[in-house]
């Protein structure tokens, strides 16, 4: 399945942007970010990015104020999802411009629209960002 | 516009939740916006309806239930407009689910957009398809994907691949419809329809083999021949990730070579000079290198391959680990302890630097180095590793003493050359970590003990320094109790002292002191102090002159709230008043336990992919009975080579020490292969699954006061007599006399083996004075693994049995289902019965016949009893 979920999460444990890949009923939803969130935002800089929870692999960085989270299954490469964290982050940036927590908040569809054009079913579908927001940029010249 | 519909639109409404101090504030909010969005659905207001999405996304996010909104979403996505349908389908994917009915309605403006013109509508909906579609809409839109496959724009030709994988995964009986369309995308340009490309040929060979078998012959050329193109490529702007092209793409290739070359040494030999040049060309002082060198390292570990690419795979992982970036070392520890089952030697070579990572600052690390360590000790280097491990227990944390206790211990057991070796290290893990030591560690150590007869002494001396300096570790007390008990001559009378230990002189006094120390302890628990009134009537046999003083010890605990410990004082004082002829005779020196019929315990966390052989923890004869502490995934994992006998060993050997007969009998200490007794490994699936939490001590005095009930007053006596010189509770006596009854012949019919075509023989599972458990089989018509039986219970005895519970468990090659009973209360004297019925299918119908183990736990005369068995005489055509 690779991606399971892809979170974002700000220093106060609040979820700025949550996608799953995979189906969780809200209370599961709520609990699940609670663990994880309070496991990643312990820990400090030297630390190792990957956490392991239950059945599956946390990959996290911090961005900020802001922390990705992406949880992904015990056989994915982990440091390529590193890269695609980072790679999630210049889109979002090249595309609002210097981003920070305020633009992804107030243009949550638009984050979502970005990361559905990257991420499909849990696969990464596209990693060039010209292709990823040449679509986006074309609904807001629409719009 | 309609006065009661939100005025705010998306901003303001995330303003005001952020403005929110509490949660009660945000709830107020957010259940206003939900009442406002409602109405505004109600008055079906076509305006403001995308706005009334978002927001709803939004408040899913923060956690609140949403599905009011559902049949929104399914309005926008059939309204026209661009904007409408892409924030439908978000809302489509976020705030449904696949299992949801309403999912269905959407399939047919689904169908509309696959064929719709505009590509960025296709898109639109391909995303959604495949993101969530369930198995009949996957049915119904296969062919439209499949058209998309080939489409020209290559935007839709990436998410209609991605969209097939998740088809497939649903529907595997469609995959063959997709293999040719897959192969054609493997010789795309587009790098965004290549790795998609790539990720559904993957899945393919994931689904189904005869994929995997195409694809082996056509493509792997090809493949390697777009791994190189993509590796020589010059800088491409457009995907590139700190100096490399697509590194993705270079992961999403290997991955799939992976797959095409596993098991198939042809292919494997075509990808040799392309892994090659992959693991000496990239650069890995990036992040993005390192990323494609790991993938590069795992492909070569797992395709049939000559020495030279391991060995230039096991270099790179080496280098890994003595990056410094924490990622790096943590995924080099992850490979490594795959390549120990290929290549263990040179992993060794890595052996102090992964030591180092026991210690590291980084949890994660800290874990899979120790799982790591534990793959890697052989003989050779397990007295220095584990000393240091030991060195590294007293100064590690809370959270991981737990782990590294648990290997510690395991490690010890399972390469302990030397009694004396093992009992030392052993002794010092107690003393360190006790708290965190498991059950059946500390049984396995008192095995080993008495089983060492000559170094009792020691032993015990070891045992009473230890226990004087670090009384806060429960298990170390109570271990340390159960040998002064035992030995308490020995420690006083120096006897059998090796050369390698100082003198120390201990009175009879000291040894009493000390185990009146543990009973007195308000942190000791049950369990200990049960242990030390047993090691006080020792003892007292032991050491006559101090019999006063034991019996005054003994005495204080006669008004104690527990029962245990109160039956436990009352009976034993009685026995130093009144029995003092054959108090001795009572507390003689333990027979020696049987090492081979204690099986191996599992050890701690296990890495999957080395597994030891083991059964779980088995119920010590005279220990503390084992249960819950196994994991579960553990104990179900039984290897479908069990052989269902009980171990005839210990039958002999749990008769003779019920037996009239207490003379301690040489048991054979053999230090042969515990056999597999899946006997105890059934019983502690069931007592997994119990109601009652067996409780160390009461459940023991219940079944004791019970079993008391039934047998006359000279077996009650001898009942006790048993009990006292067992060292802790008496589940096992309990436990064994089923058993016996078995042994004894008094148990099931003999084996009936003649089959008359469908027509099984009925089995008497059970009889006992007390109960009857027959078994009426059945076959079901075409389907010979499946049987049905129909358990009938029938009460001999003339009490009324309440609450009357049947439990069963079985091996994993069967599969079992129980009904519910009839009732669960039994009339006395087979006046009436209950019925059961149960499936059980047989997945090795033909190889191997049923067995089963059975739990009755019933309420009688306001004494529970629990009554246990393994029924092994099933006809044999099960």
Partial sequence: MGIRFILMVNKQGQTRLAQYYEWLTLEERRALEGEIVRKCLARNEQQCSFVEHRNYKIVYRRYASLFFLVGVDNDENELAILEFIHLLVETMDRHFGNVCELDIMFHLEKAHFMLEEMVMNGSIVETSKANILSPIQLMDKAS | ?878
Avoid at chain 2, 57 to 65: E, T
Avoid at chain 2, 386 to 413: H, M, N, P, R, W
């Fill in chain 2, 1 to 878: 516009m309609n006065p009661f519909s939100s005025g705010t639109c998306l901003r303001d409404m995330i303003r005001a939740i952020r403005a929110c101090k509490t949660a009660a504030e945000e709830r107020a909010v957010v259940r206003k916006e939900c009442a406002a969005i409602r109405s505004s659905i109600n008055e079906d207001d076509q305006d403001y309806r995308h706005r009334n999405l978002a927001k709803l996304m939004f408040i899913q996010m923060l956690g609140y239930p949403t599905h009011f909104g559902q049949m929104e979403c399914l309005k926008l996505i059939a309204s026209a407009g661009f904007p409408e349908k892409r924030i439908g389908y978000l809302g489509l994917m976020l705030l449904l689910d696949e299992r949801q009915e309403v999912l269905m309605l959407v399939t047919n403006s689904l169908k509309q957009d696959l064929n719709y013109s505009n590509q960025y509508i296709v898109g639109l909906a391909l995303c959604a398809l495949g993101n969530i579609c369930s198995a009949e809409m996957a049915r119904d839109l296969a062919p439209e994907v499949e058209r998309l496959l080939q489409f020209r724009d290559p935007n839709i030709r990436k998410k209609a691949a991605l969209c097939s994988i998740r088809i497939i995964k649903k529907v595997p009986d469609l995959a063959e419809n997709f293999i040719n369309c897959a192969a054609s995308l493997l010789k795309e340009k587009h790098h965004g329809v290549l790795i998609t490309g790539v990720q559904l040929c993957a899945d393919l060979c994931k689904v189904s083999s005869e994929a995997l078998e195409y694809f082996r012959k056509k493509c792997t050329e090809g493949l390697v021949r777009t791994l190189r193109d993509i590796v020589n490529s010059p800088y491409s702007p457009e995907y590139d990730i700190s100096g490399i092209t697509d590194p993705y793409l270079h992961i999403r290739l290997l991955k799939l070579l992976r797959i095409l070359g596993q098991g198939d040494a042809d292919a494997s030999d075509r990808m040799t000079d392309i892994l090659a040049q992959v693991a000496t060309k990239t650069e890995s002082n990036k992040n993005a290198g390192n990323a494609i060198l790991y993938e590069c390292v795992e492909t070569i570990m797992s395709i049939e391959d000559d020495g030279g690419l391991r060995v230039l795979a096991i270099n790179i992982l080496g280098k890994f680990l003595s990056n410094r970036d924490n990622n790096i070392r943590y995924v080099a520890l992850n490979m490594l302890m795959r390549a120990t089952t290929l290549d263990a030697q040179a992993v060794q070579r890595h052996r102090a630097t992964i030591l180092d990572c026991v210690k590291d600052s980084d949890a994660s690390i800290r874990k899979r180095a120790l799982d790591l360590l534990y793959l890697l000790v052989n003989d050779n280097n397990v007295k220095p590793l584990i000393k240091e491990l030991i060195e590294y227990l007293e100064v590690s944390d809370q959270e991981f003493k737990g782990d590294l206790t648990a290997k510690i211990c395991s490690l010890v057991e399972k390469f302990s050359s030397e009694k004396i070796w093992y009992i030392d290290q052993m002794l010092k893990v107690l003393s360190e970590a006790g708290n965190f030591v498991k059950d059946e560690v500390w049984h396995a150590l008192i095995v080993v003990i008495s089983n060492a007869s000559d170094l009792h002494g020691y032993t015990v001396r070891a045992l009473y320094r230890a226990f004087l300096t670090s009384t806060e570790q429960e298990t170390l007390v109570r271990v340390a109790v159960w040998c002064i008990g035992e030995y308490g001559d020995m420690l006083v009378n120096n006897v059998g002292m090796l050369d390698i230990e100082d003198p120390i002189t201990v009175t009879e006094c000291d040894a009493v002191d000390a185990v009146e120390v543990a009973i007195k302890r308000h942190t000791s628990d049950l369990t200990t102090k049960a242990m030390a009134l047993i090691a006080l009537l020792k003892l007292s046999s032991r050491f006559p002159s101090y019999s006063e003083r034991i019996k005054g010890i003994i005495v204080q605990n006669k008004g104690n709230v527990v029962l245990e410990l109160q039956q436990r004082s009352i009976e034993f004082n009685r026995i130093l008043q009144k029995h003092q002829k054959f108090r001795s005779a009572l507390v003689e020196r333990m027979p020696v336990l049987d090492e081979a019929t204690f099986s191996g315990r599992r050890a701690g966390s296990l890495p999957t992919a080395i597994s030891t052989s083991s059964g779980a923890p088995s119920n010590l004869p005279n220990g503390i009975a084992k249960p819950a502490t196994a994991p579960i995934p553990d104990l179900l994992d039984l290897s479908s080579d069990d052989v269902p006998a009980p171990s005839s060993s210990g039958g002999d050997f749990l008769q003779d020490l019920l037996g009239v007969d207490l003379s301690p009998t040489p048991a054979p200490s053999g230090a042969d292969m515990p056999p597999k007794a899946s006997t105890d490994v059934l019983l502690d699936l069931l007592s997994i699954g119990m109601p009652l939490p067996v409780q160390t001590g009461l459940s023991a005095s219940d079944i004791l006061s019970s079993s008391q009930d039934d047998k006359a007053p000279f077996v009650n006596f001898n009942g006790l007599a048993s009990l006292s010189s067992l060292s802790a509770n008496a589940t096992s006596p309990a436990n064994a006399a089923p058993m016996m009854d078995l042994l004894d012949g008094r148990g099931p019919g003999p084996q009936k083996s003649e089959e008359n075509g469908q027509a099984y023989p009925s089995l008497v599972a059970y009889e006992s004075s007390s109960l009857r458990v027959m078994f009426n089989f059945s076959k079901q018509r075409g389907s010979p693994q499946t049987t049905l039986i129909q358990a009938t219970f029938t009460n001999l005895s003339s009490n009324v049995y309440n609450d009357f519970l049947f439990q069963a468990a079985v091996p994993k090659f069967l599969q079992l289902h129980l009904d519910p009973a009839s009732s669960n209360t039994l009339p006395a004297s087979g006046d009436g019965s209950i019925t059961q019925n149960l499936k059980v299918t047989n997945s090795q119908h033909g190889k191997k016949s049923l067995v089963m183990r059975v739990r009755i736990a019933y309420k009688t005369n306001n004494k529970d009893v629990l009554e246990e068995r393994q029924i092994n005489n099933f006809p044999q055509n099960l």
